[in-house]
């Protein structure tokens, strides 16, 4: 008996379109739904009925969404989910919510809590306590952000009735939130609720400030801030009780932003918080004190000297000094001097005051520099030669005027014998700005201490004042929302630290980033967390930490967004390959012929996409119509444009391929294997064999080639074995373009490379020169420079002249991850030192150089000046300086980006992201929310990615929803080439922006 063979995708097409029209034809529609699915010969041909409903009345389109959740499929269900959105306005789409929410499936209550926010009848309101209640974290987390959204919507139709639940606490919706399991749930509603601006929030948040997570009591705080109100404020003030240091101290600095850093009424709370048991709460006081004048704190200060508390007795004490005593330089150095070992605590106090004023000045002016310095080298003078008890002092105040990396003394007391001195010197490491510093005692340094404190400033991102003599703890650091990307290898080498805490806070800094930015070397990381969360020798605890962060690393990445797209890309694609292959070149005609097969609609998508004019949109109607011949002009746009397109669509799933594979996110194994069979083969184009034709075509079965050849790279990562025939074909092919792909894709993986590498030089040779094969050689450049072949940086060279900013970017990207190998650097400085770094090329081999943490001191460096010099080239030359930290030209940058016309801001935007100039976030941020054209968009937000700013990543789930087309295949290759950018910096990153530069 005859195997049945199984429908084609034409087949089921039609088989769903016909499914659909006996549901819409039914006067049962719910029951013929039933029917249609139960009839349907497998799970695939339902689930095309279902998505073919999309486009029939909401009645059918509800009964069949009705019946795939009933059905008992998972795969059916979820895609039933997709659906409750569009009929969030029908008379079933309440109940279909409904039903969504009670499926056994966590993907499709996900599914619904999305959709939820579509509606607009207050019954659907109940239903956010469902969600938020759900056992799935994923679905709790995603019902959150669904209330976020709507009261953050001013004119949302569920927005009232939200409000009106919360004003009501014995009410199902405020009950669930404010005692709810999930601590991130109870954070994340009461960080929503911070948008309300209206008391009806104030009962939840009122029972939210008595919460027993610190953090949720931290954010309702900041909640009752952003309310306003004064019945908000008085429960905020309540607060000062708190028994946490860090609400408490949100407190009073909300209060301070309401009331003004110097009115009467902050002042009252200032007076109640130097009563405070806590220590910490004390210290804050007694610093915010310093706004005000004598006649106002003199009191409170004097009773303050007495403090138990030494930090708040020894701050007091400079502030009486600082109000009440015009301060002097000429008498402290020597008195310091004089004064014997141990009996220096009063000068050196009394030194640092000083210096802070006379800091102050100099930020302030640019002056005062030179009597700053005599103060420091006095304490660095006590610190070399003095007690421990005098050390410890001049460490004090030597950690407010200069940072720690500036100052050999205070580098040397890291190593000094006495413990209390190595103590306070790491504790001095708060205020680094220097994140190299942190980095080598954290991985260097024989003191636990130390390398614990090393990491704790690491995470919070070490950013720094511009002026010395204020290196306050309050402005120590950029940002604690944004974690820097290059640190991460450092957390990922803590986890084999010897010292326990030193691993848990590794692992709560793997957890922050996994939760804030869901980009991460997966593969990687599991690996070495597992290892430890494994390990019998280390504590429970140990496990437990391990475990979470495993925990968060697992929840989702960034990946799931990378691949979801992929499929109606390349389904987009097959739709614009049946039309380049409906038209046709007819030698008798002389002419471009259109089958009839191509669909009527075609000319008016031409007329969109390619901008045909009136005329030409009027031919090709005909054309498409008669099957007729197509005016040749005509006929090349449109070509043309489908070529770029389908470029563009085979560009993004190699980026895609390549995205994935570093990322190493287990379960993509069957996207990647349908991704393989969609690009393996294609329709043939009967174009003119000569010409721009000729070229498109060849040009099209190179991408479609070098896309199989990502796919297969990155199922054999995965799966070691499964696509090295694949690889190995390809790299057989007659077109030398496709085989220099696969073979530097070959000399990617384990194995003997000697023979590869040895033919990826011979075709290089061969190429080098030629425009349309500059990006094969680029990537087989790559891969000798690793290798040290003597040519590759020559034939580097070469592939940096071709066209295209994203591909020399892209490649400039991939020698500064070589260049970091001592070796490979000095392959490259000498290279250039026969040259002068003048043109494009040479200055892009120049910033890989420096990019790499290198000096480009002693290299030619051309002025510029030709007549011929590329656009490009004074971006490339203020990167540099850039990466050598120059403020004015990043900022240069920068201001391009913000104001210049389109190619200006492309050319600032891909040279930013290159220089990593940290300080171009608020840029990119600002740029990525303007109106501006969406690709410009998509690369700020792509770079907001490479900069560990969680805004990156939002925004690409968000503009997915809509884009569609040649929008989405380009924006998701931005996306795609930020995971490729940023997955080496996190595995090992040496570069120039781990020191000062921010």
């Given at each position: 008996?005859?195997?049945?063979?199984?429908?084609?995708?034409?087949?089921?097409?039609?088989?769903?379109?016909?499914?659909?029209?006996?549901?819409?034809?039914?006067?049962?529609?719910?029951?013929?739904?039933?029917?249609?699915?139960?009839?349907?010969?497998?799970?695939?041909?339902?689930?095309?009925?279902?998505?073919?409903?999309?486009?029939?009345?909401?009645?059918?389109?509800?009964?069949?969404?009705?019946?795939?959740?009933?059905?008992?499929?998972?795969?059916?269900?979820?895609?039933?989910?997709?659906?409750?959105?569009?009929?969030?306005?029908?008379?079933?789409?309440?109940?279909?919510?409904?039903?969504?929410?009670?499926?056994?499936?966590?993907?499709?209550?996900?599914?619904?809590?999305?959709?939820?926010?579509?509606?607009?009848?207050?019954?659907?309101?109940?239903?956010?306590?469902?969600?938020?209640?759900?056992?799935?974290?994923?679905?709790?987390?995603?019902?959150?952000?669904?209330?976020?959204?709507?009261?953050?919507?001013?004119?949302?139709?569920?927005?009232?009735?939200?409000?009106?639940?919360?004003?009501?606490?014995?009410?199902?919706?405020?009950?669930?939130?404010?005692?709810?399991?999930?601590?991130?749930?109870?954070?994340?509603?009461?960080?929503?609720?911070?948008?309300?601006?209206?008391?009806?929030?104030?009962?939840?948040?009122?029972?939210?400030?008595?919460?027993?997570?610190?953090?949720?009591?931290?954010?309702?705080?900041?909640?009752?801030?952003?309310?306003?109100?004064?019945?908000?404020?008085?429960?905020?003030a309540k607060r000062l009780s708190d028994p946490s240091y860090r609400v408490v101290s949100s407190v009073l600095n909300m209060l301070a932003a309401i009331f003004g850093g110097q009115s009467p009424r902050l002042l009252e709370y200032l007076r109640e918080a130097m009563s405070c048991p806590l220590p910490e709460v004390r210290q804050q006081a007694v610093l915010m004190l310093d706004r005000f004048n004598v006649d106002q704190v003199g009191s409170v200060l004097e009773q303050a000297v007495t403090d138990s508390d030494f930090e708040v007795a020894r701050r007091a004490s400079e502030m009486l000094r600082k109000l009440r005593v015009e301060g002097g330089l000429g008498w402290i150095a020597e008195e310091i001097s004089q004064q014997t070992a141990g009996d220096k605590a009063l000068s050196l106090w009394e030194a640092g005051n000083i210096g802070l004023q006379v800091g102050g000045r100099a930020g302030a002016v640019g002056a005062g520099l030179t009597e700053l310095d005599e103060v420091v080298a006095a304490l660095e003078t006590s610190l070399r030669e003095g007690s421990s008890s005098d050390k410890v002092h001049a460490l004090n105040e030597l950690a407010g005027l200069v940072d720690i990396a500036d100052s050999d003394a205070m580098r040397d007391a890291l190593e000094d014998k006495d413990a209390s001195v190595r103590s306070r010197a790491a504790d001095a490491l708060s205020y680094t700005r220097d994140a190299a510093l942190l980095a080598r005692v954290l991985q260097t340094h024989p003191d636990a201490m130390s390398r614990r404190r090393a990491i704790e400033v690491m995470t919070g991102n070490p950013g720094g004042p511009g002026w010395r003599g204020a290196m306050g703890r309050e402005i120590a650091f950029t940002s604690t929302r944004t974690i820097g990307m290059e640190l991460f290898s450092y957390f990922l080498a803590a986890l084999d630290d010897s010292d326990t805490e030193v691993r848990q806070h590794a692992c709560a800094a793997i957890r922050d980033c996994a939760q804030a930015v869901r980009l991460l070397p997966v593969r990687q990381t599991v690996r070495r967390l597992e290892r430890l969360a494994s390990d019998e020798e280390v504590s429970v605890l140990m496990q437990e930490e391990a475990e979470y962060a495993l925990e968060a690393v697992r929840e989702g990445t960034i990946a799931e967004v990378v691949a979801g797209q992929v499929d109606d890309v390349l389904a987009w694609r097959g739709e614009l390959a049946r039309e380049a292959h409906a038209i046709r070149w007819d030698d008798a005609a002389n002419a471009y012929m259109v089958d009839r097969a191509v669909g009527g609609d075609a000319a008016g998508r031409w007329a969109a996409a390619y901008k045909l004019s009136e005329q030409q949109l009027e031919a090709a109607g005909r054309a498409v119509s008669d099957a007729g011949a197509l005016e040749q002009e005509t006929a090349r746009r449109i070509l043309g444009g489908l070529v770029r397109d389908i470029s563009a669509a085979l560009d993004c799933v190699a980026h895609a391929a390549r995205a994935v594979r570093l990322i190493g996110e287990e379960g993509h194994d069957a996207a990647l294997q349908q991704w393989a069979a969609a690009v393996q083969t294609g329709p043939e184009f009967a174009w003119e064999a000569g010409g721009d034709a000729g070229g498109w075509r060849r040009l099209l079965l190179r991408l479609r080639k070098r896309a199989a050849v990502e796919v297969h790279l990155a199922q054999e990562c995965f799966a070691p074995g499964s696509s090295s025939g694949a690889l190995a074909e390809a790299a057989g092919d007659e077109d030398d373009w496709v085989k220099l792909t696969a073979l530097a894709a070959l000399s990617e993986l384990d194995g003997d490379r000697a023979a590869v590498l040895a033919q990826l030089q011979a075709l290089c040779g061969e190429h080098v020169g030629e425009q349309d094969y500059c990006e094969p050689i680029g990537r087989a450049a790559v891969g000798l420079f690793k290798a040290g072949v003597g040519d590759s940086v020559r034939l580097a060279e070469a592939a940096l002249s071709g066209p295209g900013i994203e591909s020399r970017v892209e490649l400039t990207q991939q020698l500064l991850f070589?260049?970091?190998?001592?070796?490979?650097?000095?392959?490259?400085?000498?290279?250039?030192?026969?040259?002068?770094?003048?043109?494009?090329?040479?200055?892009?081999?120049?910033?890989?150089?420096?990019?790499?943490?290198?000096?480009?001191?002693?290299?030619?460096?051309?002025?510029?000046?030709?007549?011929?010099?590329?656009?490009?080239?004074?971006?490339?030359?203020?990167?540099?300086?850039?990466?050598?930290?120059?403020?004015?030209?990043?900022?240069?940058?920068?201001?391009?980006?913000?104001?210049?016309?389109?190619?200006?801001?492309?050319?600032?935007?891909?040279?930013?992201?290159?220089?990593?100039?940290?300080?171009?976030?608020?840029?990119?941020?600002?740029?990525?929310?303007?109106?501006?054209?969406?690709?410009?968009?998509?690369?700020?937000?792509?770079?907001?990615?490479?900069?560990?700013?969680?805004?990156?990543?939002?925004?690409?789930?968000?503009?997915?929803?809509?884009?569609?087309?040649?929008?989405?295949?380009?924006?998701?290759?931005?996306?795609?080439?930020?995971?490729?950018?940023?997955?080496?910096?996190?595995?090992?990153?040496?570069?120039?922006?781990?020191?000062?530069?921010?």
């Open positions: 008996m005859a195997r049945r063979r199984g429908l084609s995708q034409q087949e089921r097409a039609a088989y769903a379109r016909q499914a659909v029209d006996r549901v819409a034809r039914a006067d049962d529609a719910e029951a013929e739904a039933r029917r249609v699915l139960d009839e349907a010969p497998d799970d695939g041909v339902r689930q095309a009925i279902v998505e073919t409903s999309a486009g029939a009345p909401d009645n059918v389109t509800g009964a069949l969404v009705n019946a795939a959740l009933e059905s008992g499929s998972v795969l059916l269900a979820e895609a039933a989910a997709d659906f409750v959105v569009d009929l969030a306005r029908s008379p079933g789409g309440l109940e279909l919510l409904r039903r969504s929410f009670a499926s056994d499936d966590a993907s499709v209550r996900r599914r619904a809590a999305e959709a939820l926010e579509s509606f607009a009848d207050p019954a659907a309101v109940l239903l956010l306590a469902k969600g938020l209640t759900d056992e799935s974290p994923a679905v709790r987390r995603t019902t959150t952000g669904t209330l976020g959204f709507i009261v953050g919507t001013g004119l949302h139709p569920l927005r009232g009735t939200i409000l009106e639940a919360l004003s009501q606490p014995q009410s199902e919706l405020a009950r669930v939130i404010v005692t709810n399991a999930d601590d991130q749930v109870r954070r994340q509603a009461v960080q929503a609720l911070s948008f309300v601006k209206s008391d009806l929030a104030l009962p939840a948040v009122e029972k939210l400030c008595e919460d027993e997570d610190e953090e949720v009591r931290q954010e309702a705080v900041l909640c009752l801030a952003a309310i306003g109100s004064d019945r908000a404020v008085e429960l905020m070589v260049a970091q190998e001592g070796d490979r650097a000095d392959m490259l400085r000498a290279y250039l030192a026969d040259r002068t770094v003048d043109d494009l090329p040479t200055l892009c081999l120049a910033l890989a150089l420096r990019g790499a943490g290198n000096t480009v001191e002693g290299l030619k460096m051309g002025t510029g000046a030709g007549e011929d010099v590329h656009r490009e080239v004074p971006y490339a030359r203020l990167a540099l300086r850039a990466m050598d930290n120059d403020s004015d030209a990043a900022q240069a940058l920068e201001k391009m980006l913000r104001e210049g016309d389109a190619t200006e801001r492309y050319y600032s935007a891909y040279y930013l992201i290159l220089a990593r100039v940290r300080s171009a976030v608020l840029v990119f941020s600002s740029v990525r929310d303007r109106d501006v054209p969406y690709m410009l968009r998509g690369l700020c937000a792509a770079s907001l990615i490479r900069q560990g700013h969680p805004g990156g990543a939002g925004w690409f789930r968000v503009i997915f929803r809509s884009a569609e087309g040649g929008v989405k295949a380009r924006i998701h290759t931005h996306l795609s080439r930020a995971v490729e950018d940023t997955i080496p910096v996190m595995l090992e990153c040496k570069d120039v922006n781990l020191g000062r530069f921010v």
